[in-house]
């Protein structure tokens, strides 16, 4: 069959590029591995974070910001420094890191709702960063978050779609697996591989590899958007750079099991240009989902800033080494230090008060209220009494939860969850009184207190997000919760390098006609928007960016 535009990946980077060749009056195939239950991909399950610059969510709650801040912010935490030289590795990921700062301070709220997104009026601070004004971090609040969460974000582009198959416009190619980009005279003019049997799995869980019969297409343009390596923990551990220590030896998994980089190597099999596949973003307070959908699955914390963090062996992590503050550093100090080396797990120790206030947990299917678009729901559960469901249903059936009435149960709890008893009572202790001894009065050598009476200054933390300061110890803020934390693996921030039109390059630098990829399989613009650090709520419109400069290209 013979198409003008071809997209792996049914996820919403292809739903969004799909979209712009459909208006442009272009016949488009969209070809998945999995079923049609798959529809939105990763963006399915996702919070629905969206990072905004001078948005009115953001003035209501009192939030200045501009482009100039955020373009700051997003140059200190990126970090690129593989600029010289030929060929440079950064160098289209630095102008598309510029290009979607402009767009997130421009346009992009009004393309959102033209294309039924809507936002919730809440603004998150996520990633507040490692305490230098030019350094990694958001300066203010920019995390938006979807009416509907993740679906709300790809129900859409998911819902623009189906409309196109049904009007002829759009044909999808469900469990049919891409082997092979095919090449002639130099330029990609389609692709082969093996439809696959029919498999009835739920959404997100695995799916047969049992091949049946070949199948080819041929297309005047193909897109790669399939996604990153997350799924795939020895590719994982293959890429990981040795700046962030050894890797860990056990691992939970934050994507389906189908995000294994397959299209990357197609990509590059077929003549493409893979940079910074040694950046990646994986998240240490991840949690074993105790009702998973795919192998390993785990599930984030987005947690407040209060909780005191400790290291396998309860010494407490150093700023800014924090919950909330520094993704990457956190990591980098628990996979580097020599004597945690051998441990793959870390702590939260936080109070009732705190788990209530401040627990939210990643995920479409864990954020119920939002995720349903009812707004007095969302009030009853964010400032109502209590935590959310979810966050409930976890302290009282997740295997990493410890709950009790006195510091030293609670000890008892979390070495009875690890081989071997690693923690002193006599030493959590300690260092629970001296963070406490520092919330007596509003001034504070404690940077995490500090931080705590910053972020209760911002309204919309102070209301639905920050818990009042107390301390940890005090009854009448219990019981006492301990949360074992994993490593979660998540995103790829490199991948196959492309100009701003979303073509892909080849290793000269020259472009491979007729090739084009989007999303995380292009790390986000260039192979490598984020550099080494994500400011959160970038993903999606990562995604959305780079899927619509990609179908606008290709149309």
């Not at 399950?45 to 905004?52: A, D, E, K």
């Not at 030929?86 to 102008?95: F, I, S, V």
């Not at 739920?202 to 790669?224: H, K, Q, Y």
Request: glycine fraction near 14%; include cysteine; charge should be neutral.
């Amino acid at each position: 069959m013979n198409y003008d535009a071809v997209i792996v990946g049914a996820g919403l980077a292809g739903l969004v590029a799909a979209n712009e060749l459909v208006q442009a009056g272009r016949r488009v195939a969209v070809v998945d591995q999995e079923n049609a239950a798959n529809l939105g991909g990763q963006a399915y399950w996702s919070f629905g974070g969206l990072f905004l610059v001078d948005s009115p969510e953001q003035r209501r709650l009192g939030v200045r910001d501009g482009f100039d801040l955020a373009w700051s912010d997003w140059q200190g935490s990126a970090g690129w420094d593989r600029l010289d030289g030929p060929l440079a590795q950064d160098e289209w990921a630095a102008r598309w890191g510029r290009a979607y700062v402009e767009f997130a301070a421009g346009e992009k709220r009004s393309w959102l709702r033209r294309h039924g997104i809507r936002l919730t009026p809440m603004v998150g601070w996520a990633e507040r960063g490692d305490g230098r004004a030019a350094g990694h971090g958001n300066s203010v609040p920019r995390f938006h978050v979807a009416w509907g969460t993740g679906t709300g974000v790809s129900g859409p582009f998911a819902a623009r779609a189906l409309e196109a198959e049904a009007q002829g416009k759009l044909t999808f190619y469900w469990r049919c697996r891409v082997d092979d980009l095919i090449v002639e005279a130099g330029r990609v003019t389609g692709l082969s591989g093996v439809r696959l049997a029919p498999d009835a799995a739920p959404r997100g869980a695995p799916s047969n590899r049992d091949a049946t019969d070949p199948f080819t297409l041929r297309a005047s343009s193909v897109l790669i958007a399939t996604g990153g390596i997350g799924g795939d923990h020895e590719k994982v551990r293959r890429l990981w750079p040795t700046r962030l220590g050894a890797p860990p030896r056990e691992m939970i998994t934050g994507v389906p099991a189908y995000v294994d980089g397959r299209g990357l190597d197609i990509a590059e099999a077929a003549g493409a240009r893979l940079v910074n596949r040694d950046r990646m973003w994986h998240y240490v307070e991840g949690i074993r989902n105790w009702d998973p959908i795919w192998p390993g699955h785990g599930i984030r914390i987005l947690p407040g800033p209060s909780s005191v963090w400790l290291d396998a062996l309860g010494r407490r992590l150093p700023f800014p080494a924090l919950p909330g503050y520094d993704t990457l550093s956190t990591l980098r100090h628990l996979r580097t230090t020599p004597d945690l080396a051998a441990h793959d797990h870390s702590w939260f120790v936080l109070t009732q008060a705190i788990i209530e206030k401040e627990f939210a947990l990643s995920g479409s299917e864990q954020n119920g209220d939002i995720t349903s678009g009812h707004w007095l729901r969302v009030l009853r559960t964010r400032l109502g009494k209590g935590a959310s469901p979810e966050v409930e249903a976890f302290k009282a059936q997740g295997a990493d939860f410890v709950v009790a009435g006195d510091l030293e149960t609670l000890v008892a709890g979390m070495n009875a969850l690890t081989p071997t008893p690693l923690l002193d009572a006599h030493m959590v202790r300690g260092v629970v009184e001296a963070r406490d001894a520092q919330i007596d009065n509003p001034f504070a050598k404690d940077l995490q207190v500090q931080g705590i009476h910053n972020a209760r200054r911002y309204l919309g933390d102070r209301l639905a997000r920050v818990a009042k300061l107390h301390r940890i110890l005090d009854p009448d803020a219990g019981p006492l919760i301990a949360v074992k934390l994993h490593v979660l693996t998540r995103k790829s921030l490199g991948g196959i390098q492309t100009d701003l039109d979303s073509r892909v390059l080849k290793p000269d630098g020259s472009v491979l006609e007729g090739l084009f990829a989007a999303g995380e399989a292009a790390g986000f613009g260039g192979g490598g928007a984020h550099g080494y650090n994500a400011l959160e709520g970038t993903f999606l419109g990562g995604c959305i960016f780079t899927g619509r400069a990609a179908g606008r290209s290709m149309a």
